[in-house]
């Protein structure tokens, strides 16, 4: 389904939190199995939807190669639904003094960060990464994500749209609807961006191509 959609690489990020356990080695071994049974298309590599807690990240900052996307210094990091107090943002700095880029993961549906946006501005402004899940571009996640994602946009927050695909149903892969929304609100330019070159810099390890600067 997503190579239909027009996906080249997908990231597994399988969760690391309090209900899950994160072994790297085990889904390591369990991705090149998968690699075997997909073949060529997509391209397949192993990252972390990394819980942003004082454990987990004392955790990542000690083992960073335990947790980045593809040995890199990208991480995948997710806010609490409920509760973001203001030490996340001590946690953020800790991570980018480590060398390790925060990829702020679905701030759109975070029931708190609805309410706060202007917070993922200031972790922008930090030097984290901003990842819009590409249905709450079309209403898929309903209409306060879907303000919320097109405040971002507006305000050129928004770095990377992704699928976050579960299964085949009701979190399927895709990415192409919500990249025509962006190209005509946006540009194709920044359309292509968000799909193509900062995912492709992310997966690399390298510096974003595209990161406007946020006027406060």
Same mark, same amino acid.
């Given at each position: ?45 192993? !990252?972390?939807?990394?819980? /942003?807690?004082?454990? @987990?990240?004392? *955790?990542?900052? +000690?083992?960073? =190669?335990?947790?980045?996307? %593809? !040995?890199?210094?990208?991480? /995948?990091?997710?806010? @609490?639904?409920? *509760?973001?107090? +203001?030490?996340? =943002?001590?946690?953020?700095? %800790? ?122």
């Amino acid at each position: 389904m997503a190579v239909a959609d027009g996906t080249e690489h997908v990231v597994a990020t399988p969760h690391a939190n309090r209900r899950f356990h994160y072994d790297r080695e085990h889904l390591e071994r369990a991705l090149e199995q998968l690699r075997q049974r997909v073949g060529k298309r997509p391209r397949l590599s192993l !990252g972390c939807d990394f819980r /942003l807690s004082a454990e @987990n990240i004392k *955790d990542a900052v +000690a083992f960073p =190669d335990r947790y980045v996307i %593809e !040995g890199g210094r990208y991480l /995948l990091a997710e806010p @609490n639904h409920t *509760d973001v107090p +203001a030490h996340i =943002d001590d946690g953020l700095r %800790e991570l980018l003094a480590a060398g390790i880029i925060p990829v702020i993961t679905h701030p759109e549906r975070n029931t708190v960060l609805q309410g706060t946006p202007q917070r993922i501005l200031e972790w922008v402004k930090l030097g984290c990464v901003i990842q819009v899940t590409a249905s709450a571009l079309t209403g898929g996640w309903g209409e306060t994500a879907w303000h919320t994602a097109q405040w971002l946009l507006k305000q050129e927050a928004v770095h990377v749209l992704a699928s976050d695909a579960h299964d085949t149903t009701r979190r399927p892969p895709g990415l192409s609807l919500a990249r025509d929304v962006v190209a005509e609100s946006q540009g194709e330019k920044v359309a292509r961006a968000l799909v193509e070159d900062n995912p492709r810099a992310i997966v690399s390890g390298k510096v974003l191509a595209y990161w406007p600067k946020i006027s406060f």
